[in-house]
């Protein structure tokens, strides 16, 4: 990249719109053994409204759910009382623009305690719903962390170099997120980007990624847990693509993120996230 190069890049600059509507598009699929396990299409609606020194507040909408396996459906409608806990996220960023920090966590652990008296009547026509409400009792007081590994938290604000005054060429540090496939494990991926500046005064961030090293800590989980229903041996991979577009005020406009972590040719899971900027 030549100097003139550098000069127009630089003026993509960390900024948002005093408040700004995004549509989240989230489409999923898993395999199982060659054939379709479970397909998802679930949309929601992000107000984001900027803070002073790097705070932000997101009002995010309840998901509707525009595909989903029937069996799945009373499970997203408990999903559904229990994300309303964190309808109102109030976030402080790092100067890279990704999550530091939760800020309205007491806020957010009074509404869950709120919903736990609703879910109590689910508790008293299944006994094995009590260990459903200790998880997410566990999952809640680890609000900072669930979220800053939360994958689409980690699409929305990803730390690209130039947001902290890096050279364009550099990686982004190593990031670890949760693993779909062996739920409560933890995985490790970095990335590279590339930024252009289209004819539209649009900046455009290309963005790829794997896992590192092989995840040689999933072959005891893949063994216990899946080894005899796939027949098949671990050869795991962990991929993910992503296209930013910035508008010429700067502000982020749409992105375009898949996903794909593959145990082996017998299961994989694939997710595309679509988010887009309503017209101002």
Partial sequence: MNNREKDDLSVLKYTWYK???????I???LTLGGGKANQTEIEEDWTVLPGE??????????QRYIKSDKQMRPYYEILEKINKAT????LFL???KSVLEITNKKEILNKWDEIKKDLRFFELIKNNFEVFINIYNNEFNKIDQNIKLNFLYQIMFYPLPVFRGGSYIDEI???TTLSTLFPGEKLRYKSQHKITRNDKGEYLVK???RGENGQS???NVYKDKYQKILGSSLDYNYFIEGEYIYNEDSILSEIMFHVKEELNEKMFYVCRYHIKLNKQ
């Fill in 19 to 25: 408040k700004a509507e995004y549509k989240i598009n």
């Fill in 27 to 29: 489409k999923s699929y």
């Fill in 53 to 62: 020194y790097n705070h932000i507040t997101i009002n995010s909408s309840l």
């Fill in 87 to 90: 309808d109102v996220l109030e």
């Fill in 94 to 96: 790092n100067t890279d």
């Fill in 173 to 175: 540090p190593v990031r």
């Fill in 207 to 209: 963005l790829e990624g």
């Fill in 217 to 219: 800590q999933f072959k």
